[in-house]
């Protein structure tokens, strides 16, 4: 096999390359956001230096250069997750906003009684906007449990599931301790009972690619920033038929087709779901992340996170009294941990005076770290950037701030 250069790719991150309290900083909160190479760092500077200008309006050069372009993006976008059509492929500004999409269209389709599902490792995200959509229409929120290796119990997603059953949402990829969903079993089991699924990617879409036709699932959501984009700016894939049957989100510019105070009539795909002027060097910038990430390989980048999952996860569990949360048989480069007797929040700040960048608390899942009965843990998460040097600094900083502590 072909050896991962990722010297070579870690070139391509200038931010690599600064220090953080005069340590080189060793960046492992890659769950929380991704870096940002320098080839999209360029799009996003082409962009306000020659061709900055709203589009979808102007008869001007400019404008159409910014349409062709963000419609470029959304093709891009629609191969990557491989849509029968681009009209699919929704921009939203991220994962929070798809998901609100959707949980708000569907208060017209529920009624009392209904039930949707949710995995009890979901991220706030894919909760709270299920919760109010309840309120609304009095349906009512059940959850799938998850056991103490943190994976989805799949049986009694068989229990839960019944003819009530309208919508199941859960994530690809859980943000807090990495496990990877069986979502095609996930999707197929709900098909046959006739209820909708929504699959929240943000956490899947920087490691694995997801073909949605494939999947044959009804919304996919993911955002730019975990991929390599930037902030405010993602998609909303849905399937045509879904897409024709919701209602418009907001109201505004873009998404009408005529305007009177009589009555007003709305756009087709996607401009129904794009009120206003969007993040449009934020989408074009999406698809230059796409390409970019593309261009190095799904599968290599999967091979390789896999390679410093397993390597940092040996190491850790070397630490006396280290405990790792979210032992899956499939996991993403996610490794949530505490040490005994100390807070997660102390190691944190330990790690960051030494350059590392980890992430500490509840990583918006308290249910997950309710189910654990902790407050919060210390998350490690690398991306493909990353390399086994880091780790070891990384592994030396963790026993220092064990000592320092203890
Ligand atoms: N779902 C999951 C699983 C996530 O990890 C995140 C981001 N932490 C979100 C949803 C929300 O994404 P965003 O903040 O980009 O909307």
Redesign the pocket.
């Known amino acids: 096999a072909k050896t991962f250069e990722v010297e070579k790719i870690r070139k391509d991150f200038p931010i690599l390359n600064r220090k953080v309290n005069g340590y080189p900083l060793v960046y492992f909160d890659n ?2 956001t991704s870096q940002t190479p320098q080839q999209v760092i360029d799009v996003i500077v082409d962009y306000y230096s020659n061709y900055n200008a709203n589009i979808h309006r102007g008869v001007h050069s400019l404008s159409q250069e910014a349409t062709d372009k963000y419609e470029q993006a959304r093709i891009k976008l629609q191969k990557h997750f491989n849509a029968e059509k681009p009209y699919e492929i929704i921009f939203t ?5 798809g ?1 609100n999409l959707v949980a708000s269209g569907f208060s017209e389709f529920l009624k009392e009684g209904d039930e949707i599902l949710v995995s009890a490792m ?2 706030h ?2 909760i709270v906007p299920w919760q109010m959509l309840c309120e609304r229409t009095g349906a009512i929120l059940k959850v799938i449990p998850i056991n103490l290796k943190g994976e989805l119990i799949y049986s009694e997603y068989e229990k839960l599931i019944n003819e009530n059953t309208k919508l199941v949402f859960v ?1 690809h ?3 807090a301790l990495g496990s990877v969903n069986p979502i095609k079993e996930i999707i197929e089991k709900a098909h046959a009972n006739n209820a909708a699924v929504l699959i ?1 990617g ?2 899947a879409a920087p490691h694995i690619k997801a073909d949605v036709q494939a999947l044959d699932v009804d919304f996919y959501v993911a ?1 730019a ?2 991929m390599c984009g930037p ?1 405010g700016v ?1 998609i909303l894939y849905g399937k045509e038929a879904w897409l024709e049957k919701l209602p418009p989100y907001q109201g505004g510019g873009e998404m009408i087709a005529t305007v009177s105070f009589e009555k007003t009539t709305y756009a087709g795909l996607p401009h129904k779901f794009e009120a206003g002027t969007p993040n449009i060097c934020g989408g074009i910038a999406f698809g230059a992340a796409i390409d970019y990430m593309n261009q190095i390989g799904f599968d290599e980048i999967a091979a390789y996170e896999h390679e410093l999952l397993e390597y940092a996860t040996g190491k850790l569990k070397e630490i006396e009294g280290m405990k790792i949360y979210g032992e899956a048989e499939e996991k993403t480069a996610v490794i949530s941990f505490n040490i005994e007797g100390l807070h997660p929040y102390d190691i944190g700040t330990l790690l960051d005076k030494m350059g590392i960048a980890v992430r500490t608390g509840h ?2 899942a308290q249910p997950v770290m309710d189910f654990f009965k902790i407050p919060g843990t210390v998350r490690a998460s690398f991306s493909f950037y990353n390399s086994h040097d880091e780790i070891d600094s990384f592994i030396e900083a963790v026993k220092k701030a064990k000592m320092m502590l203890q």
């Open positions: 769950a929380a500004s991220g994962t929070t906003h998901i979901e991220h995200s894919n994530n990829v859980s943000n929240d943000a956490q955002s920033h975990k902030t993602g990583h918006c």
